[in-house]
């Protein structure tokens, strides 16, 4: 406060968040009774009221945490997908994209986190390969987002297609090839009909069943957001509408019906096996976990929708209760932390063991951002680095899982040729075949007492 003249001063306000233009603020007289006039008049307005303008914050800050945020999250995506695509099992590959995910939602939350972090961790949702191709088709502009924390987040069209069109333009980039590898499994080559077909399988059943375990997140953020406020008497706008509902009534229904399904398959969980008609369509929700009878690793994706659709909700409907929400999102993340430490769903130890970290990783980042609920942050500098480097190195970890696991099984692919073709040299060994053959079939004659009756007929 600075003081201007006897009786004007001049009141300098700092933001650390966006501040919209128009919004309303108080300024509150707590020892009013001090304030005298020279006439020695006490003053009568104890609350004063004002309209701020627009505020942006630091945009070298956002800058920064952006540019840190993408270059990371493009190297560890990266990595992570080259050793998840070449690798029988990428499971590896769907945990770094959980969490990258997961991440990246917390600007979105009501705490009026660093310049810094925000940008660093909403550059994590725009880590994309794959284009959104509803921005050639649908112009974002054609209805506002009138949620404003998404708004500011970066979500500016209420329409669900163009908000879900990353997920729902990878799931037709995939299908797109299908017919490809149907002629191609046309081919009589026996072992090259047998890798297409395998991968046909795949495409079927599974690429459907993955969209919808990782595209969740996204949907129901596209969802809530269309669904926030009827619609406009548009084409454009109903059609999105519905198809929203749609969705949004799908993404509730389908924990419930996984349950159910699992419950009732429950012995064809447990004798599951590559080669079961069982495993071709429903492999994509189990193949990663235990398969025994009462073990709950079987419900993962269960839980796991669960968690991410009142994580969705919590950030959009609860920005007014920072406190609560908090609460909520910790409460949701410490939750599966602990499911994943006392089930330990996944059959590979390495990944067991890297996820269970990562989890209480994330739990421990979101208990660490209710710092800047305070108002007075001493340590502001040193959270803001915890909570940076932490996140790095979660991801890091994750990354160096996939890697290791992806080696681990090349050698182990290794070993198995060189046992094989040891085996195959073994047994076509010189002699090996009469013996073999002798073996077989102990009545056969031996060619050799031929031979020497005709001998005996000659002398």
């Known amino acids: 406060m600075e003081k201007q003249t006897s009786s004007r001063y001049l009141i300098t306000f700092k933001f650390e968040t966006y501040v919209r233009k128009g919004e309303l603020f108080y300024l509150e007289f707590l020892n009013s009774s001090s304030i005298r006039s020279f006439s020695r008049q006490y003053l009568y307005n104890q609350t004063l009221e004002g309209i701020l303008n627009e505020h942006v914050p630091s945009q070298k800050g956002l800058q920064e945490g952006a540019k840190i945020g993408e270059a990371a999250g493009t190297v560890i995506i990266s990595t992570g997908l080259a050793s998840g695509v070449v690798n029988p099992n990428p499971a590896g590959l769907w945990a770094i994209i959980n969490t990258v995910q997961i991440l990246s939602f917390i600007p979105l939350s009501s705490i009026p986190l660093s310049p810094t972090l925000r940008g660093f961790f909403t550059s994590l949702s725009d880590i994309g390969f794959i284009p959104n191709f509803a921005e050639y088709l649908i112009d974002k502009n054609t209805t506002i987002n009138k949620h404003q924390r998404s708004y500011n987040y970066g979500i500016e069209s209420k329409l669900f297609l163009y908000n879900a069109g990353e997920s729902l333009s990878a799931l037709g980039i995939v299908l797109v090839f299908w017919p490809v590898l149907w002629g191609l499994s046309k081919i009589k080559n026996r072992k090259f009909h047998k890798k297409i077909s395998a991968m046909l399988n795949e495409y079927r059943y599974g690429v459907i069943i993955r969209f919808w375990i990782q595209g969740c ?13 009827l619609p406009s008497l548009t084409v454009i706008e109903l059609v999105n509408f519905g198809i929203a509902v749609l969705f949004a009534l799908a993404m509730i229904v389908s924990p419930i019906l996984i349950i159910k399904f699992t419950l009732k398959r429950t012995r064809e969980i447990a004798l599951l096996t590559e080669k ?9 929700f189990f193949y990663e976990f235990k398969y025994d009878d009462d073990s709950l690793a079987k419900h993962y994706y269960s839980i796991f929708i669960v968690k991410r659709v009142l994580f969705t909700a919590n950030m959009m409907f609860l920005g007014a209760y920072p406190i609560p929400q908090l609460v909520i999102n910790g409460l949701l993340m410490f939750g599966f932390s602990i499911f994943m430490l006392v089930v330990k769903p996944y059959a590979d130890p390495i990944l067991q063991f890297v996820s269970t970290f990562a989890e209480f990783g994330i739990s421990f980042i979101f208990c660490g951002t ?8 001493p340590h502001l500098k040193e959270v803001e680095n915890a909570i940076f480097y932490l996140t790095l190195f979660i991801m890091g970890a994750q990354t160096l899982a996939s890697v290791i696991i992806f080696f681990r099984n090349l050698v182990q692919m290794i070993k198995a040729a060189k046992e094989r073709k040891a085996k195959n040299i073994d047994l076509s060994g010189p002699g090996n075949s009469t013996n073999i053959a002798r073996e077989q079939d102990p009545n056969r004659p031996d060619p050799h007492l031929f031979f020497d009756r005709k001998k005996k007929k000659e002398l």
């Open 217 to 229: 997140l996204e949907v129901s953020l596209a969802c809530m957001v269309q669904l926030y406020g």
């Open 276 to 284: 079961s008609a069982f495993y071709k369509i429903w492999g994509s």
């Open 370 to 377: 209710s710092y800047f609920l305070f108002e007075d942050k």
